[in-house]
């Protein structure tokens, strides 16, 4: 059996080289972010802030593949698809691990932005700001052939990669 190359290749991960990323130039900070696949770290990628979500490869051989699998769907989704109302896709990396990298937006969730309103209301011409931007990101996936299934007020704009950016 041959040894496992460290770095894939252009044409083994399928995508434009631009969107490949040295794994050394990433400085991995503080845990922001966790769900049952993945942990989403801040960190810096050639001195810029970003996300980085770090893939859990799984424990059985299938596991192993089907993450893989999926790793790779979202990587090639997130290199083509771009919106002033998306998080930026930096890049991707699938070994030493399967990480994934997008500009880091700090401005915090939907939920925790309107409870920190309370008591008061959110003003209805925000709202149907936020409404229209999370709206114009959903059309544009849409229009890529992409659904998102999760879209909620507590989703953290850095574990996902849709994010209405008018926070």
């Known amino acids: 059996m041959e040894p496992e190359n460290l770095f894939y290749s252009v044409d083994e991960f399928g995508l434009d080289v631009k969107w490949l990323i040295d794994p050394q130039?990433?400085?991995v900070g503080p845990k922001i972010g966790e769900?049952?696949?993945?942990?989403?770290?801040?960190?810096?990628?050639?001195?810029?802030?970003?996300?980085?979500k770090i893939v859990h490869r799984?424990?059985?051989?299938?596991?192993?593949?089907?993450?893989?699998a999926r790793f790779e769907r979202e990587v090639a989704m997130l290199s083509r698809v771009q919106h002033k109302n998306l998080a930026k896709y930096i890049g991707a990396c699938k070994e030493p691990v399967m990480v994934i990298v997008t500009e880091l937006l700090l401005g915090g969730t939907l939920r925790k932005y309107l409870l920190n309103l309370r008591p008061r209301c959110l003003d209805t011409h925000v709202a149907v700001g936020f409404a229209l931007d999370i709206a114009r990101a959903m059309e544009c996936l849409h229009s890529h052939g992409i659904i998102h299934r999760d879209l909620k007020p507590g989703m953290s704009s850095i574990s996902n990669f849709v994010i209405a950016r008018s926070l």
Do not use: P, S, W
């Not at 769900?35 to 980085?52: F, M, P």
């Open 58 to 68: 799984g424990d059985t051989q299938e596991e192993i593949a089907k993450r893989e």
């Open 25 to 27: 130039h990433l400085l």
């Open 35 to 52: 769900g049952a696949h993945a942990k989403v770290y801040e960190g810096k990628y050639k001195n810029q802030n970003v996300a980085i």
